[in-house]
């Protein structure tokens, strides 16, 4: 019996580690494919430790020159015996559901801490080129002309442009943010823009409770620039985002559609970004809705 709990013992632990080694704790259906597996093991492991008292039975019956005649016979009356197999197998069988059950919850902790530092360094590299740097040459640009024809409006610019970057660089290791600072982040990143296009773009901010939200940072501004970027703007025709509320945990971007041609078949490096970082901060996903005239993205956010 001692031997043959060890050998169950050695059995079931590669064995458990076999059924449950491809089994991910990120699966979206984990918890059902553990239990099945689970179930499958124990019935497995029954099998295997009968199979295996069977033949250790079988052994010493050939070993003391029995009458096969008498095999299942005397198999029936090992009552002691068939007590002592259960016992060992459900020794072996709680022995490697500890191991299994401890490997799982390491593996589990490993994870965790990798994807922890993977969001860490997704994160920040994210928001270190999350401002396009078209952005800042056109800036830089923009105050060149401003200098010489507008000192005032370009120490205004000057300031702007300085607090746009230092929420950046004060933000980058953040994952969350006041939805107040986010705003007060748009909008000079706006007025820069203003500044240069004038009267082609137009924003309105619609927000309710912003005081009671977090948001991730540079949300916002992302989807901003990107309507910047891939829709044109004249004084005819302006470009126009609204910003608000829906519900109380998610907020709404919105822009009129009239795509720059060039730009029609964009990879939207952005959104992916912006919505890989929702999942991993907030468990939740942005949402997209594109019409003819209108494109519209709706991003979580967090109540205090």
């Known amino acids: 019996m001692l031997v043959l709990t060890f050998a169950q013992l050695e059995v079931f632990i590669a064995l458990g580690t076999w059924f449950f080694q491809s089994i991910k704790s990120d699966d979206p259906n984990f918890i059902r494919k553990m239990l099945l597996r689970l179930v499958l093991f124990y019935l497995t492991v029954l099998g295997i430790a009968f199979i295996m008292f069977l033949a250790l039975f079988t052994y010493h019956f050939i070993k003391n020159g029995l009458d096969f005649s008498m095999y299942f016979e005397s198999f029936i009356e090992l009552n002691y015996e068939l007590k002592n197999f259960f016992i060992a197998t459900i020794v072996g069988f709680s022995f490697g559901a500890l191991f299994f059950f401890y490997s799982q919850w390491t593996d589990a902790l490993k994870n965790l801490q990798k994807l922890r530092e993977e969001k860490l360094i997704f ?11 078209h952005f800042l040459f056109n800036s830089l640009n923009s105050l060149s002309s401003l200098v010489k024809t507008n000192p005032d409006l370009s120490e205004e610019f000057i300031l702007k442009l300085s607090s ?10 953040k994952e969350m943010v006041p939805l107040a600072s986010e705003l007060e982040f748009v909008k000079n990143y706006f007025d820069l823009q203003k500044i240069r296009d004038g009267e082609k773009i137009d924003i309105k901010v619609e927000i309710i409770d912003a005081d009671s939200m977090r948001i991730l940072p540079v949300s916002l501004q992302l989807l901003v620039e990107n309507a910047f970027k891939h829709n044109a703007a004249t004084r ?5 985002i ?14 009129n559609l009239q795509e720059k041609t060039q730009l029609k078949n964009s990879s939207k490096i952005g959104l992916k970004n912006l919505n890989e970082r929702c999942r991993l901060i907030l468990n939740r996903e942005i949402e997209i809705q594109e019409t ?6 709706k991003v979580p956010v967090k109540l205090k």
């Open 123 to 133: 994160q920040y590299e994210t928001l270190k080129n999350q401002v396009n740097p």
């Open 164 to 173: 746009v970057y230092r929420y950046i660089v004060e933000n980058s290791e």
């Open 236 to 240: 005819n025709n302006p470009l126009e």
């Open 242 to 255: 609204v910003i608000h509320n829906e519900g109380i945990d998610k907020l709404v971007v919105r822009n």
């Open 292 to 297: 003819v005239h209108e494109f519209v993205v």
